[in-house]
């Protein structure tokens, strides 16, 4: 058995929320340079140009690369040896927002109530997904998420029948329909499979996987191709003016399902797709 | 390229403005979201005067992160201007002439800026902290309870932005995607790592 006291996770929380905001990914930067190059639409460069030249301003001065920063999503896996200390872990993830938020200058975007909407004050509660596995390791991901783009997410439950075809004509209608909402150029997670939220939880895990990454799956794999070419052919482009980069990836997750179902969910996360993890 | 322009915008100004330029807005804006358009309208249906004088004016569809200390303001992207499509007309009457935001517009919105010679411009959706670097100066005008939803005044300096939809309706969301329609192929081969 591992003891850990809850306010390594506090203090963790804190500095991921904040090193998320203020630096684009890496594998983000590399994605946004290659189709930089051979963009066709004018604008599309311009728009790519000033998204790049963004990300180096927010970075040297250690502020939010975007505004939208987000509702706190936090996934927390931890080994069943693990025994917290200290306090209630949730309690602890949603201290680090706080502070991630308050002294990290960051939006404060969260209201109390989905119909009474009074703004917390200082983002939390965070979100929190928590899932246990072997060992005495502890592996925390957050997730600062925006909702230009979570607005334009959806699921639907297909039928059997429906297959691989169904998927994709879903998944291609879900980012047409969001045209320039959700700040393309965009990530698209999909989750297939399991049930509704099951679903719905691993679109949203997808956009965690790197996007220089492949689903281990090699027909996965060549369905994220797949899915991609179509997005990119669609026209949306940079901002929805116009161009080839819609999408920088397509990132599929998926589980088994009933045989009478064929869920399938699609979130969405803008260029500002801002994850950062450790493992402890 | 890029055309330099300052606010209020002229009625001259505003007809010479076509759809695709790209400007550089200097003057002032008035940033406002979803909570304070619905307390302006609320305001214009209950025959009070809105916060400020809005005839010429532009807004802005934004709410900010707060300034780290020694900068004017944090980061202060556009959100999604769709949004505030229903409350647009209604301003739209009252004599704004230019919005600042990213996405659609519905047809109810077309059809005021075509009837009052209004212009729509597009601020690029994540780039936060590039706008915030164009933003001189800051004043809350109103409702300061709602925090980054206030509706404050803006000075800026050369802040980019795209006509997405002139005063005669046309509209760059209409008209440029379908140029793109199928041209990813064309460049999948030249660039492999684009998979």
Sequence with gaps: MREMDVAIIREWVKKLFMHANYYLCDDIMKKLLAYRKVEVSDIGREVLDKILENARLAAESEIAICQDTGISVVFIEFGQEVHFTGGSLEEAINAGVREAYAEGYLRKSVVRDPLNRVNTGDNTPAVVHYSMVPGEKVKLQVMPKGFGSENMSAVKMLKPADGVDGVVEFVVETVRKAGSNPCPPIIVGVGIGGTMEKAAFLSKKALLRRLDSQNRDGYYANLEQTLLKKINNLGIGPQGLGGITTALAVNIETYPTHFAGLPVAVNITCHASRHEEVEI | ?195
């Design chain 2, 1 to 195: 390229m890029f055309k330099k322009i300052t606010t209020p915008l002229d009625e001259q100004l505003i007809q010479e403005l076509k759809a695709g330029d790209r400007v550089l807005i200097s003057g002032i804006i008035y940033a406002a979201r979803d909570a304070a358009h619905k307390k302006m309208t609320d305001a214009l249906a209950a025959g009070e005067d809105l916060p400020f004088d809005i005839n010429g004016q532009v807004i802005y569809y934004a709410g900010p992160c707060p300034p780290k200390p020694g900068m004017v303001a944090g980061p202060f992207g556009p959100t999604t201007s769709g949004r505030m499509d229903r409350y647009t007309p209604a301003l739209l009457d009252q004599g704004l002439k230019g919005m600042i935001g990213k996405g659609l517009r519905d047809a109810a919105v077309i059809d005021g800026m075509r009837k009052h010679k209004a212009v729509y411009f597009a601020a690029i959706g994540g780039i936060g902290a590039l706008i915030a670097s164009t933003i001189k100066s800051l004043r809350t005008v109103a409702y300061e309870e709602l925090g980054a939803e206030a509706l404050v005044e803006l000075q800026v300096e050369d802040f980019p932005a795209i006509v997405a939809i002139d005063c005669t309706g046309r509209d760059l969301y209409d008209s440029e995607p379908p140029k793109y329609i199928g041209k990813f192929e064309e460049c999948i081969n030249e660039e492999k790592v684009l998979l």
